[in-house]
């Protein structure tokens, strides 16, 4: 596995060096987590190999959401200043995501698939497998996928 030059990794360490020059602690610590869930992803499996910027995006999504949730379990259980933490972590793994879409874009989107899946002749539960597949496509790593299905669910009365 070579360190490629350019991309999200490189960025990452670039920015891992910056911060620790600077002495931010919670960002550097955050940039060190992730590179080590960049690193357990690349050599999960039987052979190890390089992620790609779609990849690495991918896992940064998945920490990020991991520090979403832990922010309202620390909420609910009345720890603002440990929920406080994984808030600062995760503005700054937000730095390194792709712009959210609105909540309003995602029901656009959603809209025009289940307008296409109903063309198609697919209705209610039928269509959720359907229109599921083509809202994540275009989605992606920018809407949080539970709340994407919660909404095609409504949308289709499934």
């Known amino acids: 596995m070579s360190d490629s030059p350019t991309g999200l990794k490189a960025r990452l360490r670039s920015d891992l060096t910056t911060s620790m020059k600077a002495r931010d602690a919670i960002r550097s610590g955050t940039i060190r987590m992730a590179m080590t869930a960049i690193k357990g992803e690349e050599v999960s499996g039987t052979v190890a190999r390089e992620l790609?910027?779609?990849?690495v995006t991918a896992v940064l999504a998945r920490e990020a959401k991991?520090?979403?949730?832990?922010?309202?379990?620390?909420?609910?259980?009345?720890?603002a200043e440990l929920a406080e933490k994984e808030r600062a972590e995760l503005a700054v793994l937000a730095d390194y995501l792709p712009e959210q879409l609105s909540d309003d874009?995602?029901?656009?989107i959603i809209a025009e698939e289940v307008a296409s899946a109903e063309a198609a002749g697919?209705?209610?539960?039928a269509a959720?497998?359907?229109v599921m597949k083509?809202?994540?496509a275009r989605t992606a790593g920018k809407a949080d996928g539970g709340l994407v299905a919660a909404e095609v669910k409504r949308r289709l009365g499934a």
Do not use: F, P, Q, W
């Open 122 to 125: 697919k209705t209610g539960r």
């Open 105 to 108: 874009d995602v029901a656009a």
């Open 66 to 79: 991991k520090r979403r949730e832990a922010a309202t379990a620390y909420t609910d259980a009345g720890r």
């Open 52 to 55: 790609s910027d779609d990849e």
């Open 128 to 130: 959720m497998g359907l």
């Open 134 to 136: 083509a809202v994540r």
